[in-house]
């Protein structure tokens, strides 16, 4: 069975600093699809990035990156520029591509300080 | 484009009650999951659905819990009878799965107290 942890239940950055949250998974896949969601506060749950297994190219959208290194089943999720509205909870997803079977981390919840 | 949409947005029950929540997938998504979160932890896969087969029901709760999506579109999940570490949110998704980004949409969730 496919696992992900996030080993930082919490995290904090100052306004404008960078900050990186981790993620490891287990899977024998060899397709498979990575994301970051975001969970702000009484909200909904948002995608923030996506990486295809295949892709030796770390994705990156705007302020947000990864840095995905899949031999070491590695997943991080690198924010520039943070700001007040990135606070929230970040969950890293699994998604088997064959099955379309999806595993979420517990979560790091990121407080950004003004 | 309409989001995913779910009702009731919130549900106080005592235990050993029943409750039903619903879920309306986007337009054209054949893929819809049901996820329990329980506060402070990620969403956990209760079921999943491709059209209207289940893919993964593993994780599902049988004696108690049970979902359907009729025509493969809108979805239904029952709990029968409630426990109180059933208290959690509710969360609903779908996506294009194949020939798709593979992203998965949320709608807002219920959330549920079993008192």
């Known amino acids: 069975a496919q696992t992900v942890t996030q080993s930082q239940p919490e995290m904090s950055v100052q306004e404008a600093e960078t900050v990186t949250l981790s993620c490891t998974y287990d899977?024998?896949?060899?397709?498979?699809?990575l994301f970051w969601y975001k969970q702000p506060p009484s909200r909904q749950m948002i995608l923030v990035i996506r990486q295809e297994a295949y892709k030796q190219q770390n994705a990156t959208e705007n302020r947000f990156s990864v840095n995905f290194q899949k031999a070491a089943k590695s997943f991080s999720l690198k924010i520039s520029d943070s700001q007040l509205g990135d606070a929230a909870m970040y969950f890293c997803?699994?998604?088997?591509?064959?099955?379309?079977?999806?595993?979420f981390g517990d979560g790091t919840t990121l407080t950004v300080k003004p | 484009e309409a989001g995913v949409a779910q009702s009731p947005r919130y549900k106080i029950i005592e235990k050993r009650q029943s409750v039903a929540f619903w879920c309306n997938p986007i337009s054209g998504h054949a893929t819809l999951y049901w996820y329990q979160q329980i506060l402070g932890q990620g969403p956990k896969l209760l079921i999943q659905?491709?059209?209207?087969?289940?893919?993964?029901d593993s994780q599902l709760p049988k004696d108690r819990f049970s979902a359907e999506r009729l025509k493969g579109v809108d979805s239904t999940l029952k709990i029968q009878p409630a426990k109180l570490e059933d208290s959690a949110v509710y969360l609903c998704a779908s996506s294009l799965y194949r020939g798709g980004s593979y992203e998965q949409y949320f709608g807002p969730g219920t959330r549920l107290t079993v008192t």
């Open positions: 659905f491709q059209n209207n087969g289940v893919v993964d």
């Open positions: 899977t024998s896949e060899s397709d498979y699809y």
């Open positions: 997803a699994y998604l088997n591509t064959n099955a379309g079977k999806s595993t």
